[in-house]
């Protein structure tokens, strides 16, 4: 499309006049008494630096997705009756003629390239989240863990806040598989991390799988102490799912072991010593007895 001075639109090819939303051939109309929603809109600005100043303009799709009342004719109406129209790269182009300057409209229907885009963010999306997730829990796998883990460690030293880490593993889960096999084991641990995951996301704690039955908890801004009364609560909701568990030595249903541990900024601490001390907890809580929480540093 090729438009004057006057804004007259003084060439339009087959294609585009088509294209536009409009009952009737628009050669020779003015573009703003036509469309005078265009009317200091970014493309009409572009336009007038083009005639005025001849400063040639490029209109992406991702910053100006429609910018001209565009459409493909055979599916031109949404199911509300709204008319759709199409993603446009918009290329704006001085030129002069007899002493007169001219801009040239280039428009490029890019709808097609527009939803293949999307198409293949939302795939590189769902296989982030899943490099990222475990597959039988749903909750983050011990990748996400580390970063995680790594974010919270850095958000406490800039903030100087508190933060703690809990582990938990489920009380002897070999011979709950070994007595009820695999499907039992899956489902068990499938729902224990549905019942606590439930719980956590509101508190803006994260619930991740370290490996086997071993999973973690990342508590930003809170003390161990807090932590550790928290780790009673959520020991206490696993018994009360009253899973059997026939194979158990220390309890008729499934029970699990927690090991508590804090981290504070300006302290010795470090990110591997904080999964050692939590760890080191879990250990005390399991061979002090099992289906209890240990605080580290505490006797």
Same mark, same amino acid.
């Given at each position: 499309?090729?438009?004057?001075?006057?804004? *007259?639109?003084?060439?339009?090819?087959?294609?585009?006049?088509?294209?536009?939303? =409009? %009952?009737?051939?628009?050669?020779?109309?003015?573009?703003?008494?036509?469309? %005078?929603?265009?009317? $200091?809109?970014?493309?009409?600005?572009?336009?007038?630096?083009?005639?005025?100043? &001849?400063?040639? /303009?490029?209109? @992406?799709?991702?910053?100006?997705?429609?910018?001209? %009342?565009?459409? =493909?004719?055979?599916? !031109?109406?949404?199911?509300?009756?709204?008319? *759709?129209?199409?993603?446009?790269?918009?290329?704006?182009?001085?030129?002069?003629?007899?002493?007169?300057?001219? !801009?040239?409209?280039?428009?490029?229907?890019? #709808?097609?390239?527009?939803?293949?885009? +999307?198409?293949?963010?939302?795939?590189?999306?769902?296989?982030?989240?899943?490099?990222?997730? $475990?597959?039988?829990? &749903?909750?983050?796998?011990?990748?996400?863990?580390?970063?995680?883990?790594?974010?919270?460690?850095?958000?406490?030293?800039?903030?100087?806040?508190?933060?703690?880490?809990?582990?938990?593993?489920?009380?002897?889960?070999?011979?709950?598989? $070994?007595?009820?096999?695999?499907?039992?084991?899956?489902?068990?641990?499938?729902?224990?991390?549905?019942?606590?995951?439930?719980?956590?996301? /509101? @508190? &803006?704690?994260?619930?991740?799988?370290?490996?086997?039955?071993?999973? !973690?908890?990342?508590?930003?801004?809170?003390?161990?102490?807090?932590?550790?009364?928290?780790?009673?609560?959520?020991?206490?909701?696993?018994?009360?799912?009253?899973? /059997?568990? %026939?194979? #158990?030595?220390? /309890?008729?249903?499934?029970?699990?072991?927690?090991?508590?541990?804090?981290?504070?900024?300006?302290?010795?601490?470090?990110?591997?010593?904080?999964?050692?001390?939590?760890?080191?907890?879990?250990?005390?809580? +399991?061979? *002090?007895?099992?289906?209890?929480?240990?605080?580290?540093?505490?006797?």
């Amino acid at each position: 499309m090729i438009l004057d001075q006057e804004l *007259s639109i003084t060439f339009i090819n087959q294609w585009l006049d088509n294209a536009f939303i =409009h %009952p009737y051939p628009l050669q020779d109309k003015k573009l703003l008494e036509v469309f %005078p929603e265009l009317a $200091d809109q970014r493309i009409h600005q572009c336009i007038q630096q083009a005639l005025e100043q &001849g400063l040639p /303009s490029i209109l @992406s799709p991702g910053l100006n997705q429609a910018p001209l %009342p565009l459409c =493909h004719k055979c599916n !031109c109406i949404h199911d509300n009756g709204e008319q *759709s129209v199409f993603a446009q790269m918009i290329r704006i182009q001085p030129m002069e003629q007899n002493d007169q300057r001219y !801009c040239m409209l280039e428009i490029q229907d890019v #709808s097609t390239m527009m939803r293949r885009e +999307k198409l293949l963010n939302e795939q590189a999306e769902k296989l982030n989240r899943m490099a990222l997730t $475990d597959e039988l829990t &749903g909750i983050a796998n011990r990748r996400h863990f580390n970063g995680l883990l790594e974010k919270a460690v850095n958000q406490t030293i800039q903030q100087n806040q508190p933060m703690s880490l809990i582990f938990f593993d489920i009380d002897f889960f070999k011979p709950f598989n $070994d007595n009820l096999g695999h499907q039992a084991g899956d489902q068990c641990l499938a729902r224990i991390t549905r019942q606590l995951s439930s719980e956590l996301e /509101s @508190s &803006g704690f994260h619930l991740a799988r370290y490996g086997g039955e071993e999973f !973690c908890i990342i508590m930003p801004d809170t003390e161990p102490e807090q932590a550790s009364r928290m780790a009673e609560c959520y020991r206490n909701h696993v018994e009360q799912l009253s899973i /059997s568990h %026939p194979a #158990s030595k220390i /309890s008729d249903v499934v029970t699990a072991s927690f090991g508590v541990a804090g981290f504070r900024a300006g302290q010795t601490d470090t990110f591997t010593g904080l999964i050692l001390k939590a760890d080191n907890a879990l250990y005390r809580a +399991k061979t *002090s007895g099992r289906n209890r929480v240990v605080l580290s540093g505490k006797t």
